[in-house]
């Protein structure tokens, strides 16, 4: 218990990280002559069916954009995304339902998968999977790559894993 515990904390600890200040875009927004923005580069990722960048026009809401990722079944629209798209929305992570039960999607090149730790949410052949394939290739940059290291459990937990906004690259 006191090892799941603090596997968690560890979890959202680097998540806070991760999240906090990640304003970096890598793709300039195009700017009014009073400006402001005109459009903004926004990183989609989680339980989504497309990770990646989406260009959404100043003012478009969150949910639109998320939208534009594709949303599985699974997906979860937080309350949060009812707000609209400016300068200060880099990262939009989508989390999902098992069952009934809220649940965070997990960094797939989080410490914790690359140390073979419990993770909440994924079963230990998965989390080995995951590790073998960061031994063997570096991070994942992408959700094909995540794809590719589950095989079989791709289907039941690719939606439970996102690869973040440093490591992303779409090829």
């Keep these: 218990m006191k090892r799941r515990l603090a596997a968690t904390v560890i979890f959202l600890f680097l998540l806070c990280v991760a999240l906090a ?7 300039a927004p195009q700017k009014l002559p009073n400006g402001k923005a005109e459009s903004y580069s926004v990183y989609v990722c989680g339980a989504v069916a497309r990770e990646g960048y989406y260009t959404a026009a100043a003012g478009t809401s969150c949910v639109s954009v998320i939208e534009q990722a594709g949303l599985l079944p699974q997906s979860i629209l937080p309350s949060l995304y009812t707000d609209a798209v400016d300068g ?34 994924l079963p230990d052949e998965v989390v080995s999977l995951l590790a073998d394939w960061i031994e063997a290739n570096g991070v994942f940059r992408n959700k094909d790559q995540v794809f590719s290291a589950l095989g079989e459990y791709a289907s039941d937990y690719h939606y439970r894993l996102f690869v973040a906004k440093e490591d992303y690259a779409p090829f």
Excluded: E, H, W
């Excluded at 999902?96 to 949410?121: T, W």
């Design 21 to 27: 200040g990640c304003t970096d875009i890598p793709y």
């Design 88 to 121: 200060s929305v880099a990262v939009l992570v989508v989390n999902y339902f098992d069952g009934q039960k809220q649940c965070y999607c997990v960094n797939a090149n989080s410490p914790l998968i690359a140390l073979r730790m419990s993770v909440d949410g």
